[in-house]
C-alpha cells in the first residue's frame, strides 16, 4: 500500500495515557507480536507509557477504532542500547537527544501493506521535529534487512541479551 492509503485507513497519533483501553491493545499486541521471554510485561509497558506517552505512536484503524499497531521508545543521552530501557521507565529523559527504539509492533492481519515502515516514517519525522537525533534500536538477525531497508545502520552484535537472546544494534541518524 501507498503511504497514502495507509493514512486514509489509518490514523497515526500518540496513544492517549489517561484511556486504559489503549494501554490495554497495546499490551495485547505485544503479547501477540513476542514470545514471552521477549515481550514486554504489561507493568512494563503501562510504565513506559505513562513515563513517555509523547514517544508511543499507534495505528488506529479508522473503520473498526483498533490498534493494528504501534512504535514506542523512551529517550536518553546514553548512545548504547541497554536492557534496562525495556523496564524501566525512569531511564526516560524526555530532553534526551536519542530515542531508544522498544517495540515495532503490527497485529498480524495488518502486517504485510507496510504498516511497520509508515509507522517507522511517521516516527522519525517526528522525533527529528522534537530535536532528537538518532534511533537505535536492537532486532534479530532476520529482521536486520527490513530495518537497513527503513534507514538504519547495522552496528554489530548489541550488548543487550534480552530475553536471552542476541541482537543486533542498529541506528538510524536524524
Keep these: 500500500m501507498s503511504a497514502q ?54 495505528a488506529i484503524h479508522r473503520k473498526t477504532g483498533r490498534m493494528a499497531g504501534f512504535l514506542t521508545g523512551i529517550a536518553t543521552d546514553e548512545r548504547a ?8 521507565a525512569g531511564t526516560h529523559k524526555p530532553e534526551g537527544k536519542n530515542i531508544m527504539l522498544l517495540g515495532l509492533d503490527v497485529r498480524p492481519e495488518y502486517r504485510g501493506r507496510g504498516l511497520g515502515r509508515e509507522l517507522m516514517s511517521v516516527y522519525s519525522i517526528m522525533a527529528r521535529a522534537r530535536g532528537k537525533q538518532r534511533l537505535v534500536l536492537t532486532c534479530s538477525d532476520d529482521k536486520v534487512g527490513m530495518y537497513t531497508g527503513f534507514g538504519f545502520l547495522d552496528l554489530g ?7 536471552g537472546e542476541s541482537w543486533h544494534e542498529m541506528e538510524k541518524k536524524l
Excluded: N, Y
Design 81 to 88: 542500547f541497554r536492557d534496562v530501557f525495556f523496564t524501566d
Design 157 to 163: 552484535i548489541s550488548a543487550s541479551e534480552w530475553g
Design 5 to 58: 492509503d495507509l493514512h486514509e485507513e489509518f490514523e497515526f497519533r500518540g496513544i492517549d495515557p489517561a484511556d486504559p483501553g489503549e494501554a490495554d491493545e497495546a499490551v495485547e499486541i505485544e503479547q501477540i507480536c513476542f514470545p514471552p521471554h521477549e515481550a514486554c510485561s504489561e507493568k512494563d509497558m503501562k510504565s513506559r507509557i505513562k513515563a513517555a506517552p509523547e514517544l508511543f505512536l499507534a
